[in-house]
């Protein structure tokens, strides 16, 4: 295990409005801001994404089980930005619930906002975390 001590900095709030792209929209908060580091959360509706909810089988490299929500879903989740070389790169999981069906994952495409989500992004400041391509997993990884 590795690990850093960090302390909280800025505390952004935000509102993504009906078809907005969630991740994109995160991305683009943690450029302008010059966010380095955070975790943040999600609590609203998905118009759509495509989530990753595991592997086919437990072995390297993984090869991810997608799954995509094709309608609206109500979602609550969990996140952190860390940068890889000059890009902000997002990794949430959240669970997505529609109806009496519940889908659990990690959300990496077509994020489409239902309505309104919220978020919430703690900045990290004092780490010096970043994202590295894994040539073992084919994932790109928290490297500290």
């Given amino acids: 295990m590795k690990y850093q001590i960090g302390h909280a900095g800025r505390i952004v709030v935000a509102r993504f409005e009906d078809r907005e792209d969630v991740l994109g929209s995160l991305c683009n908060i943690a450029k302008k801001e010059d966010i380095k580091a955070a975790a943040f959360y999600l609590v609203g509706g998905m118009r759509e994404a495509r989530i990753v909810v595991g592997p086919e089988k437990d072995e390297m490299p993984p090869t991810p089980v997608w799954k995509t929500l094709g309608e609206s879903h109500e979602v609550v989740g969990f996140g952190t930005i860390f940068w890889q070389g000059e890009e902000p790169k997002v990794h949430f999981h959240g669970a997505f619930g529609?109806?009496?069906?519940?889908?659990?994952?990690?959300?990496?495409?077509?994020?489409?906002?239902?309505?309104v989500l919220e978020a919430v992004i703690i900045e990290i400041k004092g780490v010096n975390a970043v994202r590295e391509f894994d040539a073992v997993s084919g994932l790109t990884l928290l490297r500290l």
């Fill in 98 to 115: 529609k109806k009496d069906m519940v889908k659990v994952g990690c959300m990496r495409e077509m994020t489409e906002t239902f309505l």
